[in-house]
């Protein structure tokens, strides 16, 4: 069992950075694939990111590509996500999500374990 709390979000203008951080708790951690999705009012939820259990493997959407970047550190049971140069259409509920072994990493249904999620907006 995994329990994920993210933080960080708020308004920021467009062109900003936010850097939003998921904490977690429960066993095992080092050993679940992180993912990060989005959730915008009247549309699906969409996959940002997401890194191997050991950080060395990362994946991005291609509208996020070049300006996001997510790392992990196993040891402080931590994932962060670093976004730079927002749009207004970065705006969204962030969730950071986990699940066990390798496949299926743009896909939400694949990923056992959410955190409550924490909104982003950004101004034009």
């Known amino acids: 069992q995994v329990q994920l709390v993210e933080s960080g979000g708020g308004l920021v203008q467009a062109g900003g950075s936010l850097r939003l951080s998921c904490a977690a708790s429960?066993?095992?951690?080092?050993?679940?694939?992180l993912g990060w999705f989005r959730q915008a009012p009247g549309k699906e939820r969409e996959f940002v990111a997401a890194i191997s259990w050991s950080g060395s493997t990362t994946f991005y959407a291609d509208s996020v590509k070049g300006r996001f970047t997510t790392s992990r550190d196993n040891a402080k049971n931590t994932v962060w996500l670093q976004m730079n140069s927002l749009k207004p259409e970065d705006t969204a509920v962030y969730y950071c999500?986990?699940?066990?072994?390798?496949?299926?990493?743009?896909?939400?249904?694949?990923?056992?374990?959410w955190g409550q999620g924490t909104q982003v907006t950004v101004s034009s």
């Open positions: 429960g066993h095992s951690f080092g050993t679940y694939t």
């Open positions: 999500a986990a699940k066990r072994g390798t496949g299926a990493y743009t896909s939400h249904y694949a990923y056992e374990y």
